[in-house]
Nanobody, 126 residues
Framework: QVQLVESGGGSVQPGESLRLSCSVS????????IAWFRQVPGKEREGVAC????????YYADSVKGRFNIVRDNAKHAVYLQMDSLKPEDTAVYYC???????????????????WGQGTQVTVSS
């Protein structure tokens, strides 16, 4: 049974940092592309960062480049999203997902991912 579990969300002030964790079981993470998505009510889910199975391809949405960093730890079956210099517009539910594809332009497409976590809320507010 494939399971992805996110943790690390919370409420912070603008400019602060959070690290999200995605614990993966039931599959071998190094064989999969892992992506982080986020979604706010009324909007489509958007890919913010992804890393291919070999970590050869790592892409970020323009809105988070230079602030977010995706890191994979295959030994721990985990993928992390380090989020620095957080802004109010980063407020969303964040999801990790596993499948095959990662793109330089759109990062990741939700319709192409079969394995999802339950999401973790990130709120950035003063």
């Amino acid at each position: 049974q494939v399971q992805l579990v996110e943790s690390g969300g919370g409420s912070v002030q603008p400019g602060e940092s959070l690290r999200l964790s995605c614990s993966v079981s039931g599959i071998t993470p190094k064989h999969y592309t892992i992506a982080w998505f986020r979604q706010v009510p009324g909007k489509e889910r958007e890919g913010v960062a992804c890393t291919s199975g070999s970590d050869e391809d790592i892409y970020y949405a323009d809105s988070v480049k230079g602030r977010f960093n995706i890191v994979r730890d295959n030994a721990k079956h985990a993928v992390y999203l380090q989020m620095d210099s957080l802004k109010p517009e980063d407020t969303a539910v964040y999801y990790c997902a596993a499948d095959r594809f990662c793109y330089s332009d759109s990062v990741a497409r939700p319709s192409e991912y079969n394995y999802w976590g339950q999401g973790t809320q990130v709120t950035v507010s003063s």
